[in-house]
């Protein structure tokens, strides 16, 4: 079982920046899409950036130009480096993950992390 474990949150002024970081456990393994997701308490998770195993990368709008994703494929991580951060950016980040290499042999997975919290103050 792969576990995703996210780094990184805290509380931060508007304005400000933060680094995610999110390790994935195991290995003899690889990952094709890492990503990371936000949720407020009562409303859906939304994407925020992914990243392919190629580097390929896709933002949300809202976050475009100020957030970027990347990835070391060596260690199976995933990054998400935030600037100029605001208020409306509070929120529950979680790591993702999807579909996985295993010894050669590829599984449509996904996995995610528990999550770290991300409090933007005015």
């Known amino acids: 079982q792969v576990q995703l474990v996210e780094s990184g949150g805290g509380l931060v002024q508007a304005g400000g920046s933060l680094t995610l970081s999110c390790a994935a456990s195991?290995?003899?393994?690889?990952?094709?899409?890492m990503g990371w997701y936000r949720q407020v308490p009562g409303k859906q998770r939304e994407v925020v950036a992914t990243?392919?195993?190629?580097?390929?990368?896709n933002y949300e709008d809202s976050v475009k130009g100020r957030f970027t994703i990347s990835r070391d494929n060596a260690k199976n991580a995933v990054y998400l480096q935030m600037n100029s951060l605001k208020p409306e950016d509070t929120a529950i980040y979680y790591c993702?993950?999807?579909?996985?290499?295993?010894?050669?042999?590829?599984?449509?997975?996904?996995?995610w992390g528990k999550g770290t919290l991300v409090t933007i103050s005015s």
């Open positions: 993702h993950a999807r579909g996985l290499l295993v010894e050669g042999v590829f599984y449509g997975m996904e996995y």
């Open positions: 990243i392919t195993g190629t580097g390929t990368t």
């Open positions: 195991g290995s003899s393994f690889s990952i094709n899409t």
